[in-house]
C-alpha cells in the first residue's frame, strides 16, 4: 500500500495499518534519536514517544513534505526536548557508566580506552551548536542526502553543506584539545 494510501487509511479508522509505518520508519528514528542521547535505552522510550506523538497529531500531516521528513522532526523535537528536561549528570551517574565497559574479548584497558574515545567523540557532538548537530546527526548518523537534511531542517541546501563543514571543523577542534 502506497503511504499516503496508508496513512488516509489510518485516518479513516484503520488504525492497526500504523504498525507498518513504524516498522517502516522505527530503525531510521532509532538511529536519529541515539545520535542525540546516546543511550540504547533512553533512545528507545523516546523512539516510541516519537510513534505516540506522530499518531496522535497524523491528522495534521499536510503532506507539504514527505511523511519521513515529517516523522523525523517529530524525532529531532523530541530528542532535543528531552535533552533540554534533563538535568546534569551527577558525578556518581557518570563513574557507574565508566565502569560499565562492553564485554568482548579485548583486555580491559583495551575496552576503556575504546568506551573513553566514544564517550569523547559523543560529548563532542554533543557541544555542538543546535543546527550543526541536527545537521551532522541526520547525515552522518542517518546518511541522508542533503537535500533531505534540508527538507527536514527547513533551510537551503547550502545552509546544510555549510552546517556539516562548520560542525566537522568544531569536532576537529574539540577532539583535538589535549
Do not use: C
Not at 546534569?88 to 568506551?115: C, G, H, I, V, Y
Request: hydrophobic fraction near 40%; aromatic fraction near 8%.
Amino acid at each position: 500500500m502506497q503511504e499516503t494510501a496508508l496513512i488516509q487509511s489510518i485516518l479513516n479508522g484503520h488504525t492497526a495499518d500504523f504498525t507498518q509505518l513504524v516498522k517502516t520508519y522505527e530503525t531510521a528514528v532509532f538511529r536519529i534519536v541515539m545520535g542525540f542521547v546516546h543511550q540504547k535505552e533512553d533512545a528507545e522510550d523516546i523512539t516510541q514517544e516519537v510513534f505516540v506523538k506522530a499518531f496522535q497529531s497524523l491528522d495534521r500531516f499536510a503532506g507539504r513534505s514527505s511523511f519521513s521528513t515529517w516523522l523525523f522532526r517529530i524525532a529531532i523535537h523530541t530528542s532535543l526536548n528531552e535533552l533540554k528536561r534533563r538535568k546534569r549528570r551527577t558525578l556518581w551517574s557518570m563513574a557507574a557508566d565508566m565502569l560499565q565497559l562492553p564485554s568482548s574479548n579485548k583486555d580491559p584497558e583495551q575496552a576503556f580506552a575504546e568506551k573513553t574515545e566514544q564517550d569523547q567523540v559523543r560529548k563532542a557532538i554533543d557541544l555542538l551548536p543546535e543546527k550543526q548537530r541536527m545537521a551532522f546527526i541526520l547525515s552522518r548518523y542517518e546518511e541522508l542526502p542533503q537535500k533531505e537534511v534540508a527538507q527536514i531542517m527547513e533551510v537551503t541546501e547550502g545552509a546544510v553543506e555549510q552546517l556539516l563543514l562548520r560542525a566537522r571543523d568544531n569536532l576537529k577542534k574539540t577532539l583535538q584539545r589535549p
